[in-house]
């Protein structure tokens, strides 16, 4: 499984943006995609994840009512609509996808930079 992030930028705090994530090759065999962030200094944090046949979806609290991760099977790409941004949304974001035969991420995008000024 191949994954691509696209979508980051700079934004004043307030704004919007919308990161996607395009999957090809074994899509068939995804059961979770995600999307986590790493700060400069800071470990890499769960964002959000959902299933790819069902949409059932998670949130870090921090992120909880400003986020909104979506997918589209036809189209192999999962969506973070991310509004009402901070400052310390500021990070590198990857997208990751979850095998149906593992309990760990197994594939990670390549991140993709999103900057929100104050």
């Known amino acids: 499984v191949q994954l691509q992030a696209s979508g980051g930028g700079l934004v004043q705090a307030g704004g919007s943006l919308r990161l996607s994530c395009a999957a090809s090759?074994?899509?068939?065999?995804?059961?979770?995609m995600a999307w986590f962030r790493q700060a400069p200094g800071k470990e890499r944090e769960f964002v959000a994840s959902?299933?790819?046949?069902?949409?059932?979806?998670y949130y870090a609290d921090s992120v909880q009512g400003r986020f909104t991760i979506s997918r589209d099977n036809a189209k192999n790409t999962v969506y973070l609509q991310m509004n009402s941004l901070k400052p310390e949304d500021t990070a590198v974001y990857y997208c990751?996808?979850?095998?149906?035969?593992?309990?760990?991420?197994?594939?990670w995008g390549q991140g993709t930079q999103v900057t929100v000024s104050s």
């Open positions: 959902i299933t790819w046949s069902g949409g059932i979806t």
């Open positions: 990751a996808a979850n095998l149906k035969s593992s309990n760990k991420y197994d594939y």
């Open positions: 090759g074994r899509t068939f065999s995804v059961y979770r």
